[in-house]
T-cell receptor
Framework: AQKITQTQPGMFVQEKEAVTLDCTYD???????LFWYKQPSSGEMIFLIY??????QNATEGRYSLNFQKARKSANLVISASQLGDSAMYFC?????????????????FGKGTKLSVKP | GAVVSQHPSRVICKSGTSVKIECRSL??????MFWYRQFPKQSLMLMAT?????????EQGVEKDKFLINHASLTLSTLTVTSAHPEDSSFYIC???????????FGQGTRLTVV
């Protein structure tokens, strides 16, 4: 079963408008982290925002906010005031604890991604 | 912020040769680094976890003899694709965390083409 589900293969948004990218996740672990990354055509992975499972408030980073609904296991990314430079692939990812040397530095599990296109 | 540097960014090699990709954490020590593979228009799939001073942990289906990982120091992990074949052509990208509940920092990625 997929651990991270992104149901929107592609999205279009008009410049300066807000857009929501969907992400649902599946885990039985009470401790986990949720991430959003942006991948432009160059291939680099750019970190956008992080939400911990115990965080009480939704994370925000500039124009990015994460709509975290724990009971529904959803972690949607909201981009406000879209810009042309926001056109890229967006990946939702989850980290479950995997313990190495007594620490918890697990790998990320990625969704299939959503390709966002911002129209002028 | 923390920086992870990956080199080379692009490589073209002939079938049967080996290619080494380096992943360095520039301003922090990474006891664990991760190697991912990404096919065109697909997501990132974890290949292996690189542990400093010990053997790498490979995901199911990943050939450890083909994808050799060495994590000789706290700032460097290398992935060597041995006896490369055209089907190994892909985008390989590494990541490292500087702490347990922090974002993963990614290298720039390496686009490997085997001809």
């Amino acid at each position: 079963a997929q651990k991270i589900t992104q149901t929107q293969p592609g999205m279009f948004v008009q410049e300066k408008e807000a857009v929501t990218l969907d992400c649902t996740y599946d885990t039985s672990d009470p401790s986990y982290g949720l991430f959003w990354y942006k991948q432009p055509s160059s291939g680099e992975m750019i970190f956008l925002i992080y939400q911990g499972s115990y965080d009480q408030q939704n994370a925000t980073e500039g124009r990015y906010s994460l709509n975290f609904q724990k009971a529904r296991k959803s972690a949607n990314l909201v981009i406000s005031a879209s810009q042309l430079g926001d056109s890229a692939m967006y990946f939702c990812a989850m980290r479950e604890p995997r313990f190495y040397y007594g620490g918890s530095q697990g790998n990320l599990i990625f969704g299939k991604g959503t390709k966002l296109s911002v129209k002028p | 912020g923390a920086v992870v540097s990956q080199h080379p960014s692009r490589v073209i090699c002939k079938s049967g040769t080996s290619v080494k990709i380096e992943c360095r954490s520039l301003d922090f020590q990474a006891t664990t680094m991760f190697w991912y593979r990404q096919f065109p228009k697909q997501s990132l799939m974890l290949m292996a976890t690189s542990n400093e001073g010990s053997k790498a942990t490979y995901e199911q289906g990943v050939e450890k003899d083909k994808f050799l990982i060495n994590h000789a120091s706290l700032t460097l992990s290398t992935l060597t694709v041995t006896s490369a074949h055209p089907e190994d052509s892909s985008f390989y990208i590494c990541s490292a965390n500087w702490g347990p509940n922090t974002e993963a920092f990614f290298g720039q990625g390496t686009r490997l083409t085997v001809v």
